[in-house]
């Protein structure tokens, strides 16, 4: 029988579904036909198959040839079904036997020669393969980011005939190896001189999770700060990184498996899109909210995005997860991510600094903070105001503040207590739990209620308030929240803030 049938897998947001590449061979004039909603790079595959095949020494079959990917309602795209294309071709004309592709799975692009070329989403289908209970064979470029699913067997070839040679025992190829973990580059926090305060939110929003906006003059200080908000979170568990590798891996942009387990940060620049910043494309790609996952994203700037690309990172804010919905397909990407902001007070970015030199009127000042919607602001836990330092507090002998492992410990036995109590972070906690976890004493009840009252703010800033709280307390150490740790909270929302809060 003139058919064989060879395992692949296709790219599908972040996951790697089973694709059966089915080869044919029957009478009738010499042709190729692809079949099961195959895009144009996968129709071009015939002829690079054609070619790569003869220089190979095998023979091409004179025949018609039907390959079918398998399910035909899946789109496929892009030059990964080239090399299981090819092996069916050799199976299904008795070149190869067919028995010995039962136990594999194939990935790579065909060059004319027979060479194999890396794809991307190499680290989806791998760990899919691994649960399948296969082994994989990728190029020899790929072999890393395949490594990296250390519960299955992944293999390397540099050639087409490598692999033939592979399945017919006359030649082992190479196990995919990891490549040794690089060092970190994240900068420390003692390199932030001065900003007590700015640095103590940074530390109580690494602990709890939450989302912060830095609001200072020009040269202030806030990138430096935001920058180093990675080096203060915990170390990503295996789990954690693979799902940020993932997301890396299919992006088209590539992945670093030296670095896999680092936390990403990502800081956009001003112009990029509403697209640029969830996903999209007729064949949908993660955006940056995704690309930080488990991670940092830092937007510099604030007022000066386009309004239209802030509001779409309201939902996955909320949500964790992104939905990006075209004609022909969908695809959901994780976006559980923790937003650092940073914006100048006014246009000119000295309103309120004791030089006196701002020139913005008020009218000016309303417009220029409106540009960032009410919406929006609500969902950041954090406002905190970064003032110019004095220049003495910059010499090169002035003393250096904490370094980011002293405060990362800190902030790791916050995130276990937190852990143990709900199993996730403070700021991801939901409405009945911040009810549960974050109950305060009457007086402080009554602190709070006058803090919303006055600065009319909405039911969700009042259950952010008490999840920084929360976090606050577990800084400490302290069962309970205190009303040190409540007042500390209200005075992190400088943006809302329009008077002094008496106790």
Same mark, same amino acid.
Request: charged share 20%.
């Given at each position: 029988m003139s058919l064989a049938l060879v395992h692949s897998r296709a790219r599908a947001g972040v996951s790697a579904p089973p694709v059966r590449v089915e080869v044919h061979l029957s009478g009738g004039l010499p042709q190729t036909h692809i079949v099961g909603l195959p895009e144009a790079a996968v129709r071009e595959s015939r002829d690079r198959v054609r070619a790569a095949i003869l220089c190979a020494q095998f023979e091409f079959p004179a025949r018609r040839i039907t390959v079918n990917l398998a399910p035909a309602d899946l789109p496929k795209d892009g030059g990964r079904f080239d090399l299981p294309i090819a092996l069916g071709i050799l199976a299904a004309s008795?070149?190869?036997?067919?028995? +010995?592709?039962? #136990?594999?799975?194939?990935? !790579? &692009?065909?060059? %004319? +020669?027979?060479?194999? /070329?890396?794809? #991307?989403?190499?680290?989806?289908?791998?760990?899919?393969?691994?649960?399948? !209970?296969?082994?994989?064979?990728?190029?020899?470029?790929?072999?890393? &980011?395949? @490594?990296?699913?250390?519960?299955?067997?992944?293999?390397?070839?540099?050639? %087409?005939?490598?692999?033939?040679?592979?399945?017919?025992? /006359?030649? &082992?190829?190479? @196990?995919?190896?990891?490549?040794?973990?690089?060092?970190? +580059?994240?900068?420390?926090?003692?390199?932030?001189?001065?900003?007590?305060?700015?640095r103590r939110a940074l530390e109580v929003a690494a602990a709890g999770?939450?989302?912060?906006?830095?609001?200072?003059?020009? !040269?202030?200080?806030?990138?430096?700060?935001?920058?180093?908000?990675?080096? %203060?979170?915990?170390?990503?568990?295996?789990?954690?990184?693979?799902?940020? $590798? $993932?997301?890396?891996?299919?992006?088209? /942009?590539?992945? #670093?498996?030296a670095r896999w387990r680092q936390r990403p940060y990502r800081a956009p620049h001003h112009t990029a899109s509403a697209v640029a910043l969830v996903g999209g494309g007729a064949q949908p790609r993660p955006g940056e909210v995704s690309l930080a996952h488990h991670g940092v994203l830092f937007l510099d700037e604030l007022p000066e995005w386009d309004r239209r690309a802030l509001e779409v990172l309201r939902e996955p804010l909320e949500s964790g997860t992104v939905t990006v919905s075209r004609a022909a397909r969908s695809a959901e990407f994780p976006a559980r991510f923790q937003l650092v902001a940073a914006m100048n007070p006014c246009p000119c970015g000295w309103a309120g600094d004791p030089s006196g030199r701002c020139r913005c009127n008020p009218d000016l000042i309303r417009r220029y903070r409106g540009r960032i919607s009410g919406p929006l602001m609500d969902r950041i836990d954090l406002h905190v105001e970064v003032p110019r330092l004095p220049p003495h507090e910059l010499r090169p002998d002035a003393a250096e503040g904490e370094c980011s492992a002293t405060v990362q410990a800190r902030v790791v036995r916050a995130r276990a207590r937190q852990l143990a109590r709900t199993g996730k972070p403070n700021a991801q906690i939901g409405q009945s739990e911040t009810m549960a976890h974050c109950r305060l004493q009457p007086r402080d009840q009554a602190l709070l209620e006058r803090a919303i009252e006055r600065l009319q703010l909405s039911a969700r800033s009042m259950h952010r308030i008490l999840r920084v709280a929360r976090t606050i307390a577990d800084l400490a150490g302290s069962d309970g929240i205190a009303t040190a740790h409540l007042t500390e909270a209200l005075g992190y929302r400088s943006a809302d803030r329009g008077g002094k809060i008496a106790p």
């Open positions: 008795g070149q190869i036997r067919r028995e +010995t592709l039962a #136990d594999y799975e194939f990935l !790579g &692009e065909l060059g %004319l +020669t027979g060479e194999l /070329r890396t794809v #991307d989403g190499v680290l989806p289908a791998a760990l899919a393969v691994a649960a399948a !209970g296969r082994k994989l064979i990728v190029p020899t470029g790929s072999g890393a &980011e395949a @490594a990296l699913a250390r519960q299955g067997e992944a293999f390397t070839a540099r050639t %087409l005939l490598e692999v033939c040679a592979a399945l017919e025992g /006359r030649k &082992e190829l190479p @196990a995919a190896l990891a490549p040794p973990p690089q060092p970190s +580059t994240i900068p420390d926090l003692s390199d932030v001189r001065g900003q007590a305060h700015a999770n939450h989302h912060l906006l830095f609001i200072g003059p020009p !040269g202030c200080g806030k990138t430096l700060l935001a920058s180093r908000l990675p080096g %203060l979170l915990p170390e990503a568990s295996e789990a954690e990184a693979l799902e940020s $590798a $993932a997301i890396a891996s299919v992006s088209g /942009r590539g992945l #670093d498996p």
